[in-house]
C-alpha cells in the first residue's frame, strides 16, 4: 500500500485549525461586507451603458437622494390615511421603498420576501437566509430579518402554523412602532394571513392605494434614472432594427431585445408583444415562432423593466425589407401617428382625466372596434395609476384626477382595421411638466411608413 494514501487525501503533516469562539460571527460580517460590495447595484451598470448615458448627455441620478424621497412619499402617504405602516410583498412596491432586489421575477409570483415600513418607525425587510448584504447599499433599510414564508410551497398542511408565526411577529412590529394605532396598509396578502392578524388585533387596508399615489409623482433624480432606462431600451431598439431581415422569426428577433436589455443592466421584460404580417390583427398576440416575411409589418411593445428598475414602455411598428409598403400600410401608420401626435399635445399639466380623454382623437369606425383598451397609462418601476379608457369606455366607476407635473404617462395607439390584414402599434413615453410636457422617448419612427 502506498504510504502517501490516494490523492487528495488529507496528509500527515495537513495543519486543522482549530475552532476559536466567535470567529463564524466575524466570519459571516466580513463575508456580508464583500458580498455588499460586489452587489450589482454597487458595480453600476457597466461601461456600454454608461458611455450611451454620456453621449446622450444624461447626468447620474442622485440615488441617496431618491432613495429619501420615496421613503417620504410612502410614509406621506400612510399618514394621510390614517396608517401605522405598510406591509410590501409586491416587488416593486419594495423596490420603490428600499432599493433593494431580489429574485425579482420569482417573488412576484411567490410571496416570500416582504418589507414593514413604520409611519413613524423603521423599515425592516424580512428576506431569504444570509442575504443581507443585498440591500446594505440601501441607507433606508434599518434591519433585515430572515423571512417567515408561509406559502404551500414552504408550508404544506402546516401552513397554518407558518401563518401563525409569521403574523405574531408583524404584530409586534406594529405594537411596538404604532403608538396605538393597530391599522395597516399592505399590498398583497392571502386570506389566511388577513383572518390571523385580525385574530391579533391588526386590521387591514389597502396597500395599493398607499403606493400608486406615492409613486405617482417622480422626483428629479427619478426622471433622470428614467431618461437612462429609456436610452438603454432604444439601444437594444436599434439592435434589434438592425438584426430585422426576412427570414428571422419572431422570437429571435424578440431575444434582440432582451439581450440588449440584460447587457445595459435591465432587469426583464413584461410581455410577450411582438407580431409580424397578419399576426399584428388584432393586437395581443404573443410572440412567436412566425418567420418575418419582405413587406411585412412588425410591431412590437417593449414593456421593459430596464436599468435602475424603470420601465421603458414604447412601441414601434417596422417595414420588414427594403420593398416599398403598401398605401394600406401607410395609411394605418399615418393614423396612429397623427392620434399619437394629437393626444400628445393635449396632455398639460391641470387638464382633468376625463376632459383629456374627452378631447382625444380615436381610431376611425372601423378600426374602432379593435382599438387599444386605453388611451394613456401611468409608468414608473411598472406600468402605473392611473389608466385612461377611451370617452365611450368612461364608467361611473372610472376614477377622475388631474394631471400634475411630475407625473409620467404612455400615450397609446392601435391602429387596425376589423377583419383587416396587418395594425400598426405605437406608444410614446411622456412626462407631464410646470409648463406642458416632454417627450422623454425618441426612438424615430420608420420614415417609409410615414411616407
Same mark, same amino acid.
Given at each position: 500500500?502506498?504510504?502517501?494514501?490516494?490523492?487528495?487525501?488529507?496528509?500527515?503533516?495537513?495543519?486543522?485549525?482549530?475552532?476559536?469562539?466567535?470567529?463564524?460571527?466575524?466570519?459571516?460580517?466580513?463575508?456580508?461586507?464583500?458580498? *455588499?460590495?460586489?452587489?450589482?447595484? /454597487?458595480?453600476?451598470?457597466? $461601461?456600454?451603458?454608461?458611455? @450611451?448615458? %454620456?453621449?446622450? !448627455? =444624461?447626468?447620474?441620478?442622485?440615488?441617496?437622494?431618491?432613495?429619501?424621497?420615496?421613503?417620504?412619499?410612502?410614509?406621506?402617504?400612510?399618514?394621510?390615511?390614517?396608517?401605522?405602516?405598510?406591509?410590501?410583498?409586491?416587488?416593486?412596491?419594495?423596490?420603490?421603498?428600499?432599493?433593494?432586489?431580489?429574485?425579482?421575477?420569482?417573488?412576484?409570483?411567490?410571496?416570500?420576501?416582504?418589507?414593514?415600513?413604520?409611519?413613524?418607525?423603521?423599515?425592516?425587510?424580512?428576506?431569504?437566509?444570509?442575504?443581507?448584504?443585498?440591500?446594505?447599499?440601501?441607507?433606508?433599510?434599518?434591519?433585515?430579518?430572515?423571512?417567515?414564508?408561509?406559502?404551500?410551497?414552504?408550508?404544506?398542511?402546516?401552513?397554518?402554523?407558518?401563518?401563525?408565526?409569521?403574523?405574531?411577529?408583524?404584530?409586534?412590529?406594529?405594537?411596538?412602532?404604532?403608538? *396605538?394605532?393597530?391599522?395597516?396598509? /399592505?399590498?398583497?396578502?392571502? $386570506?389566511?394571513?388577513?383572518? @390571523?392578524? %385580525?385574530?391579533? !388585533? =391588526?386590521?387591514?387596508?389597502?396597500?395599493?392605494?398607499?403606493?400608486?399615489?406615492?409613486?405617482?409623482?417622480?422626483?428629479?433624480?427619478?426622471?433622470?434614472?428614467?431618461?437612462?432606462?429609456?436610452?438603454?431600451?432604444?439601444?437594444?431598439?436599434?439592435?434589434?432594427?438592425?438584426?430585422?431581415?426576412?427570414?428571422?422569426?419572431?422570437?429571435?428577433?424578440?431575444?434582440?431585445?432582451?439581450?440588449?436589455?440584460?447587457?445595459?443592466?435591465?432587469?426583464?421584460?413584461?410581455?410577450?408583444?411582438?407580431?409580424?404580417?397578419?399576426?399584428?390583427?388584432?393586437?395581443?398576440?404573443?410572440?412567436?415562432?412566425?418567420?418575418?416575411?419582405?413587406?411585412?409589418?412588425?410591431?412590437?411593445?417593449?414593456?421593459?423593466?430596464?436599468?435602475?428598475?424603470?420601465?421603458?414602455?414604447?412601441?414601434?411598428?417596422?417595414?420588414?425589407?427594403?420593398?416599398?409598403?403598401?398605401?394600406?400600410?401607410?395609411?394605418?401608420?399615418?393614423?396612429?401617428?397623427?392620434?399619437?401626435?394629437?393626444?400628445?399635445?393635449?396632455?398639460?399639466?391641470?387638464?382633468?382625466?376625463?376632459?383629456?380623454?374627452?378631447?382625444?382623437?380615436?381610431?376611425?369606425?372601423?378600426?374602432?372596434?379593435?382599438?387599444?383598451?386605453?388611451?394613456?397609462?401611468?409608468?414608473?418601476?411598472?406600468?402605473?395609476?392611473?389608466?385612461?379608457?377611451?370617452?365611450?369606455?368612461?364608467?361611473?366607476?372610472?376614477?377622475?384626477?388631474?394631471?400634475?407635473?411630475?407625473?409620467?404617462?404612455?400615450?397609446?395607439?392601435?391602429?387596425?382595421?376589423?377583419?383587416?390584414?396587418?395594425?400598426?402599434?405605437?406608444?410614446?413615453?411622456?412626462?407631464?411638466?410646470?409648463?406642458?410636457?416632454?417627450?422623454?422617448?425618441?426612438?424615430?419612427?420608420?420614415?417609409?411608413?410615414?411616407?
Amino acid at each position: 500500500m502506498d504510504s502517501a494514501g490516494p490523492k487528495g487525501s488529507f496528509g500527515r503533516h495537513r495543519k486543522i485549525m482549530p475552532f476559536e469562539p466567535g470567529s463564524i460571527e466575524a466570519l459571516r460580517d466580513a463575508s456580508r461586507q464583500k458580498a *455588499g460590495s460586489l452587489n450589482q447595484h /454597487v458595480l453600476g451598470y457597466g $461601461p456600454q451603458a454608461e458611455a @450611451e448615458w %454620456a453621449a446622450a !448627455g =444624461i447626468a447620474a441620478p442622485d440615488l441617496a437622494a431618491m432613495r429619501k424621497y420615496r421613503l417620504e412619499r410612502i410614509r406621506a402617504e400612510l399618514k394621510r390615511r390614517g396608517y401605522a405602516g405598510a406591509l410590501l410583498y409586491d416587488p416593486v412596491n419594495i423596490r420603490y421603498a428600499t432599493d433593494s432586489t431580489n429574485m425579482q421575477l420569482w417573488v412576484a409570483h411567490n410571496p416570500t420576501r416582504h418589507c414593514f415600513i413604520a409611519t413613524e418607525g423603521p423599515v425592516v425587510l424580512f428576506d431569504y437566509f444570509s442575504c443581507e448584504h443585498l440591500s446594505d447599499h440601501s441607507g433606508v433599510v434599518n434591519e433585515v430579518r430572515p423571512a417567515v414564508s408561509w406559502m404551500y410551497l414552504y408550508g404544506g398542511e402546516l401552513t397554518e402554523q407558518k401563518v401563525r408565526r409569521w403574523a405574531a411577529g408583524i404584530a409586534d412590529l406594529v405594537r411596538e412602532h404604532g403608538s *396605538g394605532n393597530s391599522r395597516i396598509a /399592505v399590498d398583497h396578502i392571502n $386570506p389566511e394571513g388577513v383572518e @390571523e392578524l %385580525a385574530r391579533l !388585533g =391588526i386590521s387591514i387596508g389597502n396597500g395599493e392605494a398607499v403606493m400608486e399615489n406615492a409613486r405617482l409623482i417622480k422626483s428629479p433624480d427619478e426622471i433622470l434614472a428614467m431618461r437612462r432606462a429609456i436610452v438603454a431600451c432604444e439601444a437594444a431598439m436599434g439592435e434589434m432594427e438592425q438584426a430585422l431581415k426576412p427570414g428571422i422569426s419572431e422570437n429571435e428577433l424578440w431575444a434582440e431585445l432582451h439581450r440588449g436589455n440584460i447587457a445595459r443592466g435591465g432587469e426583464w421584460i413584461e410581455t410577450r408583444l411582438l407580431t409580424s404580417g397578419p399576426r399584428t390583427n388584432p393586437w395581443f398576440q404573443e410572440c412567436s415562432s412566425r418567420k418575418i416575411e419582405a413587406g411585412d409589418l412588425v410591431a412590437f411593445d417593449t414593456d421593459l423593466i430596464g436599468p435602475y428598475g424603470f420601465c421603458a414602455d414604447l412601441s414601434r411598428t417596422w417595414l420588414c425589407g427594403d420593398a416599398n409598403p403598401s398605401n394600406e400600410q401607410r395609411a394605418l401608420f399615418r393614423i396612429a401617428a397623427d392620434q399619437i401626435e394629437h393626444n400628445m399635445a393635449l396632455m398639460q399639466p391641470g387638464i382633468s382625466f376625463r376632459d383629456l380623454v374627452e378631447a382625444s382623437a380615436v381610431p376611425p369606425g372601423d378600426c374602432f372596434p379593435t382599438r387599444y383598451g386605453v388611451l394613456y397609462h401611468g409608468v414608473g418601476l411598472a406600468d402605473e395609476y392611473p389608466t385612461l379608457p377611451h370617452a365611450s369606455d368612461w364608467t361611473s366607476d372610472t376614477p377622475d384626477g388631474v394631471l400634475e407635473p411630475g407625473m409620467v404617462l404612455c400615450v397609446e395607439s392601435y391602429i387596425g382595421r376589423l377583419g383587416g390584414r396587418e395594425g400598426v402599434k405605437l406608444e410614446e413615453q411622456i412626462l407631464i411638466t410646470e409648463t406642458g410636457n416632454e417627450q422623454l422617448s425618441t426612438y424615430p419612427l420608420d420614415t417609409r411608413l410615414l411616407g
